[in-house]
């Protein structure tokens, strides 16, 4: 357990739905962060939100929208995703933002039919 | 521009050692490791800062060559429990004052009794 709780686990979506992923941190951290795992692949910064600011986005499409309310919560918001954005999204924090430590959540695994 | 490890599969027997490599084509900063079971989530094991610095977690070590632009992360006596995939991080500084970190693909390891 890393502190770092994503749900769901595993979602299945049309290209033409719109959800929501939701990730929580109890760990009391200022940074929290989007990656994107595919297969093969390395992982893939999505977005970077510092004290609820979003510092970095790294030419993510639109179809992803993030949201972060508080330090503790951060959405990603999905609608009319491709067959190639099927991937394990993995939300992180870490304390002051920064290239320290990240403590990961175990991720959602999202299937785009 | 994404780090570069070798080998991509590796296969030991307990007991036996082995050797993880990361290697950058540019300057870096910092190199970050992580380690990942199926289906959890990366583990933070260690970060080296530049200065050629080595590092160690139990049985896992780690060195950093900033001249050569690579890090080794050393495995010894292998544990079952040391399977999963090691990422390493590489952080560059990316221009005004700004760093970025980028994963390499991974190594997956898995130990056999």
């Known amino acids: 357990e890393t502190g770092v709780t994503q749900t769901p686990r595993h979602l299945v979506m049309g290209m033409t739905n719109k959800k929501s992923l939701k990730c929580e941190q109890h760990l009391g951290h200022n940074a929290m962060y989007w990656y994107k795992q595919s297969a093969k692949k390395p992982l893939e910064l999505m977005f970077v939100?510092?004290?609820?600011?979003?510092?970095e986005n790294n030419s993510v499409p639109s179809r992803f929208s993030p949201e972060c309310p508080n330090s503790s919560h951060l959405f990603l918001h999905l609608h009319t995703l491709q067959p190639e954005d099927s991937a394990l999204y993995l939300c992180?924090?870490?304390?002051?933002?920064?290239?320290?430590?990240?403590?990961f959540g175990s991720g959602t695994q999202l299937s785009v039919l | 521009q994404q780090p570069v490890q070798s080998p991509q599969a590796v296969i030991l027997r307990e007991g036996e050692d082995a050797v993880i490599n990361c290697s950058s084509s540019k300057a870096l900063y910092s190199v970050h490791w992580y380690r990942q079971k199926h289906g959890e989530a990366p583990v933070f094991l260690m970060i080296?800062?530049?200065?050629?610095e080595q590092k160690g977690h139990d049985k896992i070590s780690a060195s950093f060559n900033e001249k050569k632009q690579q890090s080794s992360l050393y495995l010894t006596a292998s544990q079952l429990s040391y399977s999963g995939t090691y990422f390493c991080g590489t952080e560059v500084y990316s221009g005004a004052g700004s760093y970025q970190l980028t994963f390499g693909k991974g190594t997956k390891l898995s130990v056999i009794p």
């Open positions: 992180a924090s870490s304390p002051r933002g920064g290239n320290e430590k990240l403590f």
């Open positions: 080296l800062l530049k200065g050629g």
């Open positions: 939100y510092n004290f609820k600011e979003q510092t």
